[in-house]
């Protein structure tokens, strides 16, 4: 059974940092793009940031560009979200995705992933 499983949620005050982890298990994904999405009370599911199968190339939301940072570890099946200098605004569910297709470049859609972990909660206070 493919798991995606978040960790490294907490709650922080504003212009703190997180580091959230997903840890991939029941298949390899060293093949395949990743991503991560936040989705806030009442709000849909939105973008956070995208790495491709290689690591090589990266893409964020604007909101979040210069204060996240997407990486993965192909050799231990993980992508992780460093997350810094933190707003309440950031406050959301975050989920790790991983798309099924081979050699994605990554995506800022939802729909083009396959595999979706149960998220973890961030809560950033003023």
């Known amino acids: 059974q493919v798991q995606l499983v978040e960790s490294g949620g907490g709650s922080v005050q504003a212009g703190g940092s997180l580091r959230l982890s997903c840890a991939a298990s029941?298949?390899?994904?060293?093949?395949?793009?990743m991503g991560w999405f936040r989705q806030a009370p009442g709000k849909e599911r939105e973008f956070v940031a995208t790495?491709?199968?290689?690591?090589?190339?990266?893409y964020y939301a604007d909101d979040v560009k210069g204060r996240f940072t997407i990486s993965r570890d192909n050799a231990k099946n993980t992508v992780a979200l460093q997350m810094s200098s933190l707003k309440p605004e950031d406050t959301a569910g975050y989920y790790c995705?991983?798309?099924?297709?081979?050699?994605?470049?990554?995506?800022?859609?939802?729909?083009?992933?396959?595999?979706w972990g149960q998220g973890t909660q961030v809560t950033v206070s003023s």
């Open positions: 995705a991983a798309q099924g297709r081979n050699y994605g470049m990554g995506s800022d859609g939802a729909f083009s992933y396959d595999y």
């Open positions: 029941g298949r390899t994904f060293s093949r395949n793009a």
């Open positions: 790495i491709s199968w290689s690591g090589g190339r990266t």
